[in-house]
Every structure is written in C-alpha cells, then in structure tokens.
C-alpha cells in the first residue's frame, strides 16, 4: 500500500522552463492537496481538489495550475517557473469527512535558478 | 499559515519534557492537530483533539487545548533523540469549503543527548 506518491522527487529548473509535479494516491480519498513548505512558513496550501472533477485555489495560487485527472490523481504544473517557486512541495490526500487524517506523500524539492 | 503561529525553534536534553505551543485565531475549529515531520519526509498525523475537550493524553504525547485563549500546546514527556523534528499544529477553520488543513509555520525540535 503505497499511500501518496509523488514524482520526481527532486528537480532543478531554470527560470522561465515548465514542469509538472505528478500525484497519486492509492487510498481512494475524495480530497487531494498541493502545499508548498518555505522555512518558517509551515505548509501554504496552493490548489486543493475536494472530490474528482473540481479544483479550486487555495492561499498562493499564483504561477501554478492543477488537474485532478481522475480520483487518484492530482498534478500541479508551473507553467513559467520563477526563483521564488523554489520549495518544496507537498501532495496530501484525506477521505471526505469532518475529522479525517491527511497522509502526505514525500514531498518534490525543486530549486529554480 | 498565517492564522496558526508557532515558535520556531525549540532545544531541550534527552529525558526532559517539551513543550511545543501554537496559538490559532478560528474558535470555530472543530478539531486541531499535531503533525510531526521528519528530515526529508512528508507529515505524518502525530495526535489530535476534539475542541469540546481541555486535554488528550496518548503516551508521552499531552495536548491541552485552552479554548478562551485559543492556546493549543503538546507536551512530550522523557523526550528522547528520535523526536528531534519539526512539529506543526494545524486546524480546519469552518469556513473553508474544501476541508482542508491550516498549518502553523511548524517548530523545530531539537534534542540534545
């Protein structure tokens, strides 16, 4: 039981290139996530997706987009990366309810220089 | 987050008790939660409470929740290395539609043998 699973788990890029961060989650949850941690910051959350089929943002959604392929997958795409996208990202998925655990997947650290 | 604010750092000796505080402004949430992570991994669920409680206690781990001062605190008693990490209160403000998660900015513990 893989849980979440995020790829590439690392990834350098320079300023102005593209790139998708992939999520999968076997658990069958309704409700997936994409944060991003900055030191001192804790995790900001960038787009959620409450169940298959919607998307909506989050607190920093600028620069980035998502799509939520199906129920298990979930993917954030940079269209124009900038230095200040430099983080690192977290995927999270949780079943639909009011007090239910979110499990994260490992995290993708990306550098943009 | 910045509705949850936490300290950000934290040094205690092996076998001496630390306290992680977190203070939150949604008195609505329903639940709050501690999450621990690790060097290089994603967050994993350490322990929640319920808002209608002052107290959990599961082993070493005690919350206290003071509701009027909106004061959320975890106690790890006989701390030892292997607890050296960052922890990060979190909690689902009522207002959000997607059920998701409001993280402090997480306080690093260190832990001294």
């Known amino acids: 039981n893989a849980g979440v699973t995020q790829t590439p788990k690392f990834q350098v890029l320079k300023t102005g290139q593209s790139m998708t961060l992939q999520c999968a989650q076997d658990?069958?949850?309704?409700?997936m996530y994409w944060y991003r941690q900055d030191p001192g910051m804790g995790l900001r959350l960038i787009y959620y997706?409450?169940?298959?089929?919607?998307?909506d943002k989050g607190e920093v959604p600028n620069g980035y987009n998502v799509s939520r392929l199906n129920k298990r997958e979930f993917s954030l795409r940079l269209e124009s990366a900038a230095p200040s996208q430099t983080s690192v990202y977290f995927c999270?998925?949780?079943?639909?309810?009011?007090?239910?655990?979110?499990?994260f997947g490992q995290g993708t650290r990306l550098t943009v220089v | 987050g910045e509705d949850v604010e936490q300290s950000l750092f934290l040094s205690v000796r092996e076998g001496d008790s630390s306290v992680i505080n977190c203070t939150y402004t949604?008195?609505?949430?329903?639940?709050l939660y501690w999450y621990k992570q690790e060097p290089g991994a994603g967050l994993q669920l350490l322990t929640y409470?319920?808002?209608?409680?002052d107290m959990k206690q599961d082993q070493r781990l005690t919350v206290l929740l003071n509701k009027k001062d909106k004061h959320l605190s975890l106690r790890i008693a006989d701390t030892q290395t292997g607890d050296s990490a960052i922890y990060f209160c979190?909690?689902?403000?009522?207002?959000?539609?997607?059920?998701?998660?409001?993280f402090g900015g997480g306080t690093r513990l260190m832990v001294k043998p």
């Open positions: 999270a998925s949780r079943r639909w309810g009011e007090n239910t655990e979110a499990f």
């Open positions: 658990m069958n949850h309704n409700s």
């Open positions: 997706s409450a169940s298959e089929g919607t998307t």
């Open positions: 949604d008195s609505s949430s329903t639940y």
């Open positions: 409470i319920f808002s209608n409680m």
């Open positions: 979190a909690e689902i403000p009522n207002n959000n539609a997607g059920n998701m998660l409001t």
